[in-house]
């Protein structure tokens, strides 16, 4: 018998109370032991629900009790959730959390800590909800030097765009639809400014280097500024506007950024739409992979959680090894990546080839303004040229 302790009953801790009472007899067989919840941590009370019978208010009931060996953490936020993690894990218990911020600001120190003591700290859940992506990272791509990984991370900023390219709705009223239907928190901040994409382009990267990237240091843009204006000049060039958590390894240099593309048709992302996410990973052997699923969500993200569990249970007494030291890697300079980008302004034509020579137009039935998109070239190139324009908005392409 091998017991648990759930810290927070909220949407993913209640999902996970679900799993694993609704599949029990599997949870039970694929971890080879009996898994039993004998604690479910919260403030709240639950009048009526059977969890108010494994119910506790003091999270020092869970850390004192010698039979609990594994600690969910599903609050999310660094506090108390830091805390927590980081004291069950001395007290030589294992810990599965979907808390992408505590991932990203301390998974190379828990980790650390669960290496030292022989347990383990997993977190597949903190990166696309249900799609398996860190266990991947961490035991099946090993063989192979990882040149790009690219990532639609965040389903409510996906499902905005979407709407936007299908129904040509203005990105307020579908952030209100999406709060409606819960996609969208009442504060959407994190997921429309790209934080939440930040923190996981952050873990992810810290995987495949094993080092610590700081999510802090990735430039990180979001989908605020984006119109219907955008939208049907990337219907004009063939794609569609997707917020990439992206990193690519060049020539010695990491380039890590979280910013909206306009991406073409044959892109492998450019099919990811709604609330689903896809990662794409591109390794010097194996050549091109992709993830695809339900990146967020109670039940999808639920079930990573407990996948961690029957891996923790599986792995009682032997730690998984996943190489993230505390090692912080310098990020490449903004100013010296390469891409083309697409700009509006309200220039003529003569002054946008006098800044950048030889473009590609790009026109729109309605929009009384010149809109091109550039040749390949810097970051730090872009930006010298476009000061001679009096620019409207511009966008980074994948074309």
Request: proline letters at 3%.
């Amino acid at each position: 018998m091998i017991n648990i302790a759930v810290l927070g009953y909220g949407t993913v801790g209640s999902g996970v109370v679900e799993v694993i009472r609704t599949n029990q007899d599997i949870v039970n067989k694929r971890s080879g032991q009996d898994i039993k919840i004998k604690y479910v941590l919260d403030l709240r009370e639950f009048p009526g629900d059977p969890v108010q019978e494994i119910l506790v208010h003091d999270y020092n009931v869970i850390l004192n009790d010698p039979e609990v060996d594994i600690v969910v953490e599903v609050m999310g936020g660094l506090n108390p959730a830091y805390n927590f993690v980081k004291s069950a894990l001395e007290a030589g218990k294992s810990v599965c959390t979907s808390n992408k911020e505590l991932v990203a600001a301390h998974g190379a120190e828990l980790l650390a800590i669960a290496k030292e003591k022989n347990l383990n700290f997993l977190f597949e859940a903190s990166v696309g909800g249900g799609i398996p992506i860190i266990r991947p990272l961490n035991q099946s791509l090993t063989a192979d030097e990882i040149t790009e990984i690219t990532g639609i991370l965040n389903g409510t900023t996906n499902y905005i765009l979407s709407k936007m390219t299908d129904e040509g709705s203005d990105f307020d009223s579908v952030l209100k639809q999406a709060q409606e239907l819960g996609y969208a928190e009442r504060n959407p901040e994190a997921d429309v400014e790209g934080y939440d994409a930040c923190r996981k382009i952050a873990i992810l990267t810290s995987l495949v280097l094993g080092k610590q990237v700081d999510y802090q240091d990735i430039y990180t843009e979001g989908i605020t500024k984006i119109t219907d204006a955008e939208i049907k000049y990337a219907k004009a060039l063939g794609g569609s506007i997707k917020l990439l958590g992206m990193s690519k390894f060049v020539d010695g240099t990491v380039y890590s950024m979280v910013s909206p593309f306009i991406i073409g048709k044959d892109h492998p992302l450019a099919t990811v739409n709604g609330v689903f996410n896809g990662i794409f990973i591109n390794g010097n052997v194996l050549g091109d992979t992709m993830f695809y699923g339900s990146g967020a969500g109670k039940l999808p993200t639920a079930s990573a959680v407990v996948s961690d569990v029957v891996d923790a249970v599986k792995h009682q007494g032997t730690n998984i090894m996943t190489i993230w030291d505390s090692e912080k890697v310098a990020l490449g300079d903004m100013d010296t990546f390469n891409c083309r980008y697409f700009v509006r302004t309200k220039s003529k034509k003569a002054e946008v080839e006098a800044a950048f020579g030889t473009v590609s137009y790009v026109t729109v039935e309605g929009l009384d303004e010149v809109a091109f998109l550039t040749e390949n070239m810097t970051e730090g190139d872009f930006n010298q040229k476009v000061k001679a324009l009096d620019m409207i908005y511009r966008l980074r392409t994948a074309l």
